[in-house]
């Protein structure tokens, strides 16, 4: 059943870290301790060994981490062996196990058993591998990209104008000319289950408060996804749920069929649109609160957005950059340390570059590096205030911290949220800490900056 | 890119709105994080509480063990697959970087990155598929060979009226008389004089588990008097559903004046709506529901319109493409095939499917067609004159081809015998081919709705003469609805969607006159479809479109599965749309292997491919 050895070897590429548990389970219990291998997919039995997990969550709830007990070597055969009669101890197929190994997995001593979890979850890492080698067989090296295929593998939801937990959804050509779509999402009008309704109420004010409306510009290095990606459509419905908002996902032009300043261009028409639609404004003061909000590409469009609005008096009340694209032309030291780890290649990240910067830029054009050599300053605007997200595993880190303390030295209003274990895309399923503590953060910058 | 001619720029804010698709309802997750969901301890907030809503949703919804997670996100891999699904993208991934660690073009050279990709809603069996092309040693010769752009332009060229040009430069070796069979069956007498359809006063009992979703919105202009008209629109057949005539009245009247101050697509379709529904309320009522007046007086002109329809925009031709795609791919390798067309009319399909399999390496097979098609109200035999003319350019083009046409006033009346029928020629006994078939439906299925039983009748007709594939082409939208105000609603929707992607597209060879003329056609077209879904009942409301997700299930119940259309098809048919204006506003979709194409964001129709459940995919020559 147990592959040999030398191939379970050359599966482990990652750094190990032991986790000690404080206590070694005994028999079943022990068993259960599988589904900890997973740690999303803890439901009311093991998946792997059909064992009930119940014993295994309260041993969860004791485990205690022992950080940077770092395994001699990743190849240490000692580890293999621990590894190997772990899988036998716990009868599981050996697949799943080997599956995980690949990423981040954590290694936990029970006194003579090796424990594994992994830093990445199963659903996410499934999930991104998943975008990942769909992304490597559309992009070609010589800067050209196949569009259908593209299309063909990405995955769409309609718009929906019925409720889902309570938020409709439908699609508006916010400009005929350029046929610029946008995907609007809200908090169901009352009434709405009644057929002629809902049209009835999409244009009216969710609230006679005031709500914050959200424009968001979906990820995807500026080449992959649209408004209608279900990744997207998902998250957008989360934001709803989340802060009260009306949500605008922006369908804007994408890479290297447009290149910039087009994803900018439109992302700055969906604000002019929002700014002159009077259902969107609120309060006594009959004001849009509106807040740019993207992940990849489209916190590096939610910046340059921002930019605009300060140069053109719209008031915004917030940025929030979820693992914002930006970048630079040296390499900075993460990108050096984790080129290749946790889904993302330096050269994948050139490839975007040079298809999204105009012809002949490099990577200090300031749309790509916003406070490099020829980057402006934002010390004169009235820039708004910033929460950025960042990933402790994403390459890009070092250029996303670089970005939060250009904007300090600008005298920006800048609140950094740093993940260390978190990956990118971790906020797209609901299956880890980083997921519901991010979120919370989201939710109190939008209340508090109202 | 191009430059776009926008008519109607005079009302620039349309909302698209969409029907859930059943199968994908609703988003759910699943929430592994319980010690985050105490919904009671309040500061968490609303939001946990409605995850913890979704999980419960989730947990009634049985999905034969499709993981929650991915499903909220698009993707279809089940919980006892992940861990194996993991490991395979593993090994694609290694395989890559192996590759691309030998040579950079190597990756992209590999026969695996050109191939056909199939249903990619469903990981396990994606990667499977590429997984395994990369294993298969040497490149295989690529499966049906992409119709070279000449195809496509022909397949424009091919209406009735252009099949002149293949009458020219005959082959002097085959004989017409002796290769083709031009003549109906002599069993066509009597099917003609069968009886009619019985009007039937119930609705059939089908309403699917779809009504339960579906909530649509409507194609406005964000302008004022746009969203007064629909308003009024509603409240009329909300008027009518209460059997309110007098008020219903009223307001129709209101209706054509607030038309009149609109413009381009949004007066169009009121216009439409507004005479249907007049028709409704003026129309002396009888038991059996509202009569309509689709009489045989009416067929020619209906052919004339759908020629219209089929000319200026791409919704049919799609339909085409892709049936004909799927078609092809199925009688890969097939010496002996035969389609059997549910809706013959003017065979505007087939010229394009005789040209590939002309050009099909080895070799094309012998082609057999049987068309299908309504009486002719002067008994002419519409059918065998198209049939003559694809036997012309069959015969020009080299292919084996043999043509029977049958006058069937319902599908229903079909029998498998009928249309498998004995090779009377004689041909083909000698050969020990089987010959491989293939159904194809053009927007008729949804016609049989309106009589009970005639659908499970026709799908178990279908399954008797054991095709190998089944094409289907329906309206993507639910217009058989159980309420009269939920057709009408969405028929608002879908129909001002259709009528602004004529707006937005130019066809091809266009000069403004032919344009404008083949527009209006196309709308008289769609508008005899509004006046039946909005004025008819009982079973003169044939126009009883439905869902792809109530397609899916009515086909599963009667013992079909699914065929994937793979990503060869969807690139073409993207292709196919640039000549429509750009394409810009006209997007193809995938969708659980079955291909939409739709006006923005909203799918229109969709094609799907069947075959019987538990058949393998291909089987081997000997029968």
Redesign the interface.
Known sequence: MAPPADDVRGLFRQELRIQLLERRPKGKEAACFASLCFPNSISDSCRYCSVSAHDGGKQRGERQRVEGMDVPSPSSPWIWDKILEFVEFLRCPVLPVLAMLRFGCVASDLGGFILISMVVPLHTWVLISNFKLAYNMVRRPDGTFDRHLAEFLDRKVPANASPVNGVVSFDILINRASNLLARIYRPAPPNSSHPATPLAGLHHPPSPDQFPVIIFYHGGSFAHSSSNTAIYDSLCRRFVSLCGAVVISVDYRRSPEYRYPCAYDDGWEALKWASTEPWLHSGKDSKLRVFLCGDSSGGNIAHHVAVRAAESGIDVSGNILLNPMFGGNRRTDSEVRLDGKYFVTIQDRDWYWKAYLPEGADRDHPACNPFGPNGGTLKELPFTRSLVIVAGLDLVQDWQLAYVEGLKKAGKDVKLVYREQATIGFYLLPNTDHFYEVMEEIKNFVSSNL | ?FT?I?V??AY??????????LS????E?????RD?QDAGGGGR???YA??E??KGKASMGTDDGV?E??A????K?R??D??????K??Q??MA?ESSAAAN??V??AHPA?DSV?YN??D?SAW?DN?LSELNAPPPLPQQPPPPPAASLRHQFDLSPAGTEQYSIGTVDHYSPADVYELKPQSSTASLRDRKRLKVCSAFPSSSTPTDV??????V?D?QEAG?RL??AL??C??AVQKDNLKAAGAIVKQISVLAASQGGAMRKVAGYFAEALAHRIYRPQSPRGVSCSSTHESTAFDDMLHQHFYESCPYLKFGHFTANQAILEAFAGCRRVHVVDFGMRQGLQWPALLQALALRPGGPPSFRLTGIGPPQPDNSDSLQEVGWKLAQLAETIRVDFRYRGFVATSLADLEPYLLLGAETDGRGVEDDEPEVVAVNSVFELHRLLARSGALEKVLGTILAVRPRIVTVVEQEANHNGR?F??RF?EALHYYSTMFDSLEGSTSPPSSPEARRHGQAMSEMYLGRQIYNVVACEGAERTERHEALAQWRARMCRAGFESVPIG?NA??QA??LLALFDGG??F?????DGCLSLGW????LIATSAWRAAGDPLRTSASS
């Open positions: 890119m776009q926008r109607c720029s620039p804010f349309v909302i698209f709105g969409f029907s859930v698709p994908g309802v609703p988003q997750e699943k929430e592994m994080k985050h907030g609303d939001w409605v995850a809503q979704e993981d997670l991915l909220a996100l698009g993707y891999v919980s006892s992940m861990a194996d699904v993991a490991q993208l593993e694609l991934e890559m950079d073009d990756l992209f990155f990709h990619p809603s990981i990667v590429i979703a579906a909530q649509q919105v409507v406005v964000s969203i629909v308003h509603m409240a057949a909300e309420t105000l939920d609603t990503s969807f690139k993207s292709m810009e506003g997007r193809v979709e995938e969708n923005h964001t909203r799918p």
